[in-house]
Protein backbone atom coordinates (compact mmCIF):
# COMPACT_ATOMS: atom_id res chain seq x y z
CA UNK A 1 0.00 0.00 0.00
CA UNK A 2 1.05 3.98 -1.09
CA UNK A 3 2.02 6.20 1.83
CA UNK A 4 -1.06 8.12 0.64
CA UNK A 5 -3.35 5.45 1.04
CA UNK A 6 -1.80 4.79 4.90
CA UNK A 7 -1.96 8.86 5.41
CA UNK A 8 -5.65 8.87 4.45
CA UNK A 9 -6.91 5.55 6.16
CA UNK A 10 -7.05 7.22 10.06
CA UNK A 11 -8.93 10.38 8.16
CA UNK A 12 -11.38 8.31 6.89
CA UNK A 13 -11.94 6.12 10.47
CA UNK A 14 -12.19 9.44 12.30
CA UNK A 15 -15.37 10.50 10.36
CA UNK A 16 -17.32 7.14 10.06
CA UNK A 17 -16.67 7.03 14.24
CA UNK A 18 -19.24 10.54 14.69
CA UNK A 19 -21.42 8.84 12.54
CA UNK A 20 -21.96 5.38 14.61
CA UNK A 21 -22.44 7.42 17.81
CA UNK A 22 -25.27 9.63 16.09
CA UNK A 23 -27.03 6.73 14.60
CA UNK A 24 -26.82 4.36 18.41
CA UNK A 25 -29.04 7.23 20.11
CA UNK A 26 -31.34 7.00 17.25
CA UNK A 27 -31.79 3.04 17.31
CA UNK A 28 -31.96 2.95 20.98
CA UNK A 29 -34.79 5.58 21.07
CA UNK A 30 -36.57 3.35 18.25
CA UNK A 31 -35.89 0.20 20.34
CA UNK A 32 -37.69 1.92 23.55
CA UNK A 33 -40.44 3.84 21.60
CA UNK A 34 -41.02 -0.12 20.26
CA UNK A 35 -41.40 -1.19 24.00
CA UNK A 36 -43.01 0.93 25.43
CA UNK A 37 -46.05 0.65 22.58
CA UNK A 38 -46.56 -2.43 23.51
CA UNK A 39 -46.06 -1.95 27.18
CA UNK A 40 -48.83 0.28 26.52
CA UNK A 41 -51.15 -2.24 24.56
CA UNK A 42 -50.64 -5.16 26.94
CA UNK A 43 -53.22 -4.48 29.81
CA UNK A 44 -56.41 -3.75 26.79
CA UNK A 45 -54.51 -6.81 24.71
CA UNK A 46 -54.56 -9.32 27.68
CA UNK A 47 -58.08 -8.10 29.06
CA UNK A 48 -59.71 -8.77 25.15
CA UNK A 49 -57.59 -12.03 24.73
CA UNK A 50 -58.90 -13.21 28.26
CA UNK A 51 -62.71 -11.99 27.47
CA UNK A 52 -62.37 -13.88 24.22
CA UNK A 53 -60.42 -16.93 25.73
CA UNK A 54 -61.78 -17.52 29.12
CA UNK A 55 -65.52 -18.30 27.38
CA UNK A 56 -64.33 -20.39 24.55
CA UNK A 57 -62.11 -22.93 27.10
CA UNK A 58 -65.31 -22.45 29.24
CA UNK A 59 -67.68 -23.68 26.56
CA UNK A 60 -65.22 -26.34 25.31
CA UNK A 61 -65.08 -27.67 28.77
CA UNK A 62 -68.78 -28.42 29.35
CA UNK A 63 -69.50 -29.56 26.14
CA UNK A 64 -67.62 -32.69 27.05
CA UNK A 65 -69.60 -33.22 30.31
CA UNK A 66 -73.09 -33.98 31.36
CA UNK A 67 -73.33 -30.77 32.79
CA UNK A 68 -77.45 -30.35 33.47
CA UNK A 69 -79.79 -27.91 35.70
CA UNK A 70 -76.84 -25.80 36.85
CA UNK A 71 -73.76 -24.83 35.61
CA UNK A 72 -71.83 -25.40 38.92
CA UNK A 73 -73.70 -28.24 39.93
CA UNK A 74 -72.27 -31.68 39.80
CA UNK A 75 -71.01 -32.99 36.46
CA UNK A 76 -69.30 -36.23 34.93
CA UNK A 77 -66.42 -36.07 31.77
CA UNK A 78 -68.41 -37.93 28.82
CA UNK A 79 -65.95 -37.67 25.67
CA UNK A 80 -67.24 -36.76 22.89
CA UNK A 81 -71.36 -37.84 23.56
CA UNK A 82 -73.19 -34.55 23.12
CA UNK A 83 -71.04 -34.13 19.91
CA UNK A 84 -72.99 -37.51 18.70
CA UNK A 85 -76.22 -36.58 20.16
CA UNK A 86 -76.29 -33.35 18.52
CA UNK A 87 -74.82 -34.53 15.55
CA UNK A 88 -77.49 -37.44 15.59
CA UNK A 89 -80.26 -35.41 15.95
CA UNK A 90 -82.72 -35.28 12.99
CA UNK A 91 -85.52 -33.45 14.48
CA UNK A 92 -84.03 -30.25 15.53
CA UNK A 93 -80.10 -30.30 15.11
CA UNK A 94 -80.28 -30.79 11.47
CA UNK A 95 -83.22 -28.87 10.15
CA UNK A 96 -81.89 -25.79 12.51
CA UNK A 97 -78.93 -25.98 10.37
CA UNK A 98 -80.48 -25.97 7.25
CA UNK A 99 -82.83 -22.83 8.47
CA UNK A 100 -79.79 -21.04 9.20
CA UNK A 101 -77.80 -21.93 5.66
CA UNK A 102 -81.26 -20.76 4.23
CA UNK A 103 -81.58 -17.72 5.88
CA UNK A 104 -78.15 -16.50 5.61
CA UNK A 105 -77.56 -17.44 2.14
CA UNK A 106 -81.29 -15.71 1.00
CA UNK A 107 -80.49 -12.49 3.22
CA UNK A 108 -77.07 -11.63 2.51
CA UNK A 109 -77.49 -12.51 -1.24
CA UNK A 110 -80.47 -10.22 -2.07
CA UNK A 111 -78.39 -7.65 0.73
CA UNK A 112 -75.25 -7.78 -1.50
CA UNK A 113 -77.18 -7.58 -4.93
CA UNK A 114 -79.61 -4.39 -3.77
CA UNK A 115 -76.70 -2.92 -1.56
CA UNK A 116 -74.66 -2.94 -4.90
CA UNK A 117 -77.49 -1.26 -6.76
CA UNK A 118 -78.14 1.16 -4.63
CA UNK A 119 -74.45 2.22 -4.26
CA UNK A 120 -74.10 2.31 -8.32
CA UNK A 121 -77.07 4.41 -8.19
CA UNK A 122 -75.18 7.31 -5.32
CA UNK A 123 -72.11 6.44 -6.69
CA UNK A 124 -72.80 9.91 -9.04
CA UNK A 125 -74.18 12.93 -7.07
CA UNK A 126 -77.09 14.29 -7.23
CA UNK A 127 -79.53 17.10 -6.12
CA UNK A 128 -80.80 15.63 -2.58
CA UNK A 129 -78.21 12.83 -2.14
CA UNK A 130 -77.55 13.64 1.25
CA UNK A 131 -80.86 13.31 2.07
CA UNK A 132 -81.21 10.03 -0.01
CA UNK A 133 -78.33 8.83 1.93
CA UNK A 134 -79.89 9.73 4.94
CA UNK A 135 -83.17 8.30 4.65
CA UNK A 136 -81.45 5.14 3.65
CA UNK A 137 -79.31 4.73 7.14
CA UNK A 138 -82.26 5.05 9.20
CA UNK A 139 -83.30 1.00 9.62
CA UNK A 140 -79.41 0.83 10.95
CA UNK A 141 -80.61 3.47 13.74
CA UNK A 142 -82.85 1.15 15.83
CA UNK A 143 -82.25 -2.35 17.47
CA UNK A 144 -83.05 -5.81 15.82
CA UNK A 145 -85.80 -6.02 18.64
CA UNK A 146 -87.17 -3.14 18.28
CA UNK A 147 -87.17 -3.65 14.53
CA UNK A 148 -89.00 -7.36 14.85
CA UNK A 149 -91.62 -5.85 17.18
CA UNK A 150 -92.48 -2.93 14.80
CA UNK A 151 -92.79 -5.37 11.82
CA UNK A 152 -94.69 -7.74 14.11
CA UNK A 153 -97.62 -4.46 14.18
CA UNK A 154 -97.34 -4.11 10.39
CA UNK A 155 -97.73 -7.65 9.28
CA UNK A 156 -100.32 -8.36 12.23
CA UNK A 157 -102.62 -11.01 10.06
CA UNK A 158 -105.76 -8.85 11.53
CA UNK A 159 -105.01 -5.26 12.03
CA UNK A 160 -101.51 -4.84 10.61
CA UNK A 161 -101.46 -2.38 7.66
CA UNK A 162 -99.14 -4.80 5.56
CA UNK A 163 -102.91 -6.72 5.11
CA UNK A 164 -105.01 -3.53 4.91
CA UNK A 165 -102.40 -2.36 1.87
CA UNK A 166 -103.22 -6.12 -0.31
CA UNK A 167 -106.65 -5.99 0.30
CA UNK A 168 -106.64 -2.22 -1.14
CA UNK A 169 -105.08 -3.50 -4.66
CA UNK A 170 -107.08 -6.34 -4.69
CA UNK A 171 -104.50 -9.08 -3.03
CA UNK A 172 -105.68 -11.83 -0.33
CA UNK A 173 -104.52 -11.65 3.10
CA UNK A 174 -101.68 -13.26 3.98
CA UNK A 175 -100.64 -14.32 7.31
CA UNK A 176 -97.00 -13.66 7.16
CA UNK A 177 -95.27 -14.50 10.46
CA UNK A 178 -98.46 -16.56 11.61
CA UNK A 179 -97.64 -19.21 8.90
CA UNK A 180 -95.64 -21.56 9.31
CA UNK A 181 -94.44 -21.91 6.08
CA UNK A 182 -94.02 -17.99 5.39
CA UNK A 183 -92.14 -17.20 8.52
CA UNK A 184 -88.69 -17.62 7.34
CA UNK A 185 -88.82 -15.88 4.25
CA UNK A 186 -90.66 -12.64 5.57
CA UNK A 187 -88.10 -12.96 8.64
CA UNK A 188 -85.78 -12.71 5.45
CA UNK A 189 -86.76 -9.74 4.25
CA UNK A 190 -87.35 -8.01 7.03
CA UNK A 191 -83.61 -8.76 7.85
CA UNK A 192 -82.86 -7.38 3.79
CA UNK A 193 -84.71 -4.17 4.88
CA UNK A 194 -82.70 -3.61 7.69
CA UNK A 195 -78.95 -4.86 6.75
CA UNK A 196 -79.11 -3.84 2.98
CA UNK A 197 -78.11 0.00 4.04
CA UNK A 198 -75.10 -1.33 5.74
CA UNK A 199 -73.89 -3.00 2.21
CA UNK A 200 -74.82 0.17 0.53
CA UNK A 201 -72.69 2.14 2.41
CA UNK A 202 -69.94 -0.68 2.35
CA UNK A 203 -69.81 -0.56 -1.44
CA UNK A 204 -69.97 2.96 -2.03
CA UNK A 205 -67.41 3.29 0.24
CA UNK A 206 -65.03 1.32 -1.80
CA UNK A 207 -66.65 2.37 -5.65
CA UNK A 208 -65.78 6.04 -4.05
CA UNK A 209 -61.85 5.13 -4.15
CA UNK A 210 -62.09 2.98 -7.36
CA UNK A 211 -60.33 5.16 -10.44
CA UNK A 212 -62.16 6.52 -13.16
CA UNK A 213 -59.35 6.13 -15.55
CA UNK A 214 -60.32 2.62 -16.72
CA UNK A 215 -63.66 3.43 -17.11
CA UNK A 216 -63.27 6.59 -19.18
CA UNK A 217 -60.89 4.27 -21.31
CA UNK A 218 -63.80 1.37 -21.87
CA UNK A 219 -66.25 4.31 -22.62
CA UNK A 220 -63.64 5.91 -25.16
CA UNK A 221 -63.45 2.39 -27.13
CA UNK A 222 -67.31 2.15 -27.16
CA UNK A 223 -68.29 -0.02 -23.92
CA UNK A 224 -71.72 -0.01 -23.43
CA UNK A 225 -72.59 0.61 -19.45
CA UNK A 226 -73.34 -2.81 -18.75
CA UNK A 227 -69.66 -3.81 -20.18
CA UNK A 228 -68.44 -1.14 -17.96
CA UNK A 229 -69.87 -2.25 -15.01
CA UNK A 230 -69.07 -5.74 -15.50
CA UNK A 231 -65.57 -6.29 -16.82
CA UNK A 232 -64.56 -2.75 -15.57
CA UNK A 233 -66.43 -1.78 -12.48
CA UNK A 234 -67.22 -4.94 -10.73
CA UNK A 235 -63.15 -6.76 -11.17
CA UNK A 236 -62.17 -3.36 -9.30
CA UNK A 237 -64.53 -3.93 -6.97
CA UNK A 238 -64.15 -7.28 -5.69
CA UNK A 239 -61.70 -7.00 -3.14
CA UNK A 240 -64.55 -4.50 -1.14
CA UNK A 241 -67.15 -7.02 -2.32
CA UNK A 242 -65.92 -10.08 -0.69
CA UNK A 243 -65.26 -7.99 2.42
CA UNK A 244 -68.63 -7.19 2.92
CA UNK A 245 -69.68 -10.03 1.86
CA UNK A 246 -67.51 -11.89 4.95
CA UNK A 247 -68.31 -9.40 7.20
CA UNK A 248 -72.52 -9.79 6.54
CA UNK A 249 -72.49 -13.59 6.29
CA UNK A 250 -70.39 -13.95 9.58
CA UNK A 251 -73.62 -11.47 11.26
CA UNK A 252 -76.07 -13.15 9.61
CA UNK A 253 -75.04 -16.61 10.41
CA UNK A 254 -75.41 -15.22 14.30
CA UNK A 255 -78.91 -13.70 14.29
CA UNK A 256 -81.06 -13.91 17.19
CA UNK A 257 -82.30 -11.45 18.63
CA UNK A 258 -84.89 -10.92 15.42
CA UNK A 259 -85.58 -14.55 15.62
CA UNK A 260 -86.78 -14.38 19.21
CA UNK A 261 -88.56 -11.00 19.09
CA UNK A 262 -90.82 -12.24 16.32
CA UNK A 263 -91.25 -15.69 17.05
CA UNK A 264 -90.24 -16.42 20.92
CA UNK A 265 -88.57 -19.62 22.50
CA UNK A 266 -88.00 -22.50 19.88
CA UNK A 267 -88.64 -20.04 16.84
CA UNK A 268 -92.38 -20.91 16.53
CA UNK A 269 -94.79 -23.39 17.29
CA UNK A 270 -93.12 -25.69 15.12
CA UNK A 271 -89.48 -24.87 15.05
CA UNK A 272 -90.12 -23.05 11.52
CA UNK A 273 -87.43 -20.16 12.17
CA UNK A 274 -85.37 -21.99 14.77
CA UNK A 275 -81.98 -21.87 13.68
CA UNK A 276 -78.52 -22.89 15.25
CA UNK A 277 -78.65 -19.67 17.50
CA UNK A 278 -82.50 -20.33 18.52
CA UNK A 279 -82.12 -23.85 19.26
CA UNK A 280 -78.66 -23.26 21.75
CA UNK A 281 -80.70 -20.70 23.43
CA UNK A 282 -83.42 -23.12 24.25
CA UNK A 283 -81.13 -25.92 25.70
CA UNK A 284 -79.32 -23.37 27.78
CA UNK A 285 -82.38 -21.92 29.16
CA UNK A 286 -85.39 -23.74 28.67
CA UNK A 287 -84.02 -27.19 29.28
CA UNK A 288 -80.85 -26.51 31.43
CA UNK A 289 -78.79 -29.36 28.90
CA UNK A 290 -75.65 -27.36 29.29
CA UNK A 291 -73.26 -29.95 27.70
CA UNK A 292 -75.70 -30.94 24.93
CA UNK A 293 -75.88 -26.86 24.63
CA UNK A 294 -72.37 -25.87 24.80
CA UNK A 295 -71.40 -28.81 22.10
CA UNK A 296 -73.81 -27.47 19.29
CA UNK A 297 -72.16 -23.87 20.38
CA UNK A 298 -69.07 -25.72 19.71
CA UNK A 299 -70.00 -27.50 16.83
CA UNK A 300 -71.73 -23.82 15.12
CA UNK A 301 -68.42 -21.89 15.68
CA UNK A 302 -66.85 -24.23 13.63
CA UNK A 303 -69.02 -24.27 11.33
CA UNK A 304 -68.81 -20.38 10.95
CA UNK A 305 -65.04 -21.05 11.43
CA UNK A 306 -65.43 -23.29 7.57
CA UNK A 307 -67.68 -20.45 6.15
CA UNK A 308 -65.14 -17.84 6.28
CA UNK A 309 -62.31 -19.53 5.64
CA UNK A 310 -64.10 -20.65 2.24
CA UNK A 311 -65.17 -17.52 1.52
CA UNK A 312 -61.82 -15.81 2.17
CA UNK A 313 -60.41 -18.57 -0.32
CA UNK A 314 -63.08 -18.20 -2.85
CA UNK A 315 -62.62 -14.65 -2.69
CA UNK A 316 -58.82 -14.69 -3.24
CA UNK A 317 -58.74 -17.11 -5.89
CA UNK A 318 -60.99 -14.78 -7.75
CA UNK A 319 -58.91 -11.54 -6.89
CA UNK A 320 -55.89 -13.58 -8.00
Known sequence: MSATGLATAPADNEQR?????????????????????WAMLAPALLFVGLMIVFPLAFTAQLSVTDAFGAVNAGKEFTGLTNFTDALGDTRRFWPAVGRTVVFTVGAVLLETALGLALAMLLRRPFRGMRWVRTVLIIPLLATPVAIGILWL??????????????????????????????????????????????????????LTTLPEEPEEAALVDGAGPWQRFRYVTLPMLAPTLATALVLRAVDALKTFDLLYATKGAGGGSDFEVETLNVYAYGLTFDYQEYGLAAAVLVLFTLFIIGVVILMRRRGGGKNA
Open 17 to 37: APRGRLLQPARSFEQANRRLK
Open 153 to 206: LILDPTNGIANHLLEAVGLPRQEFLGSVGQSLPTLMLIDVWQWTPMMTLLLLAG
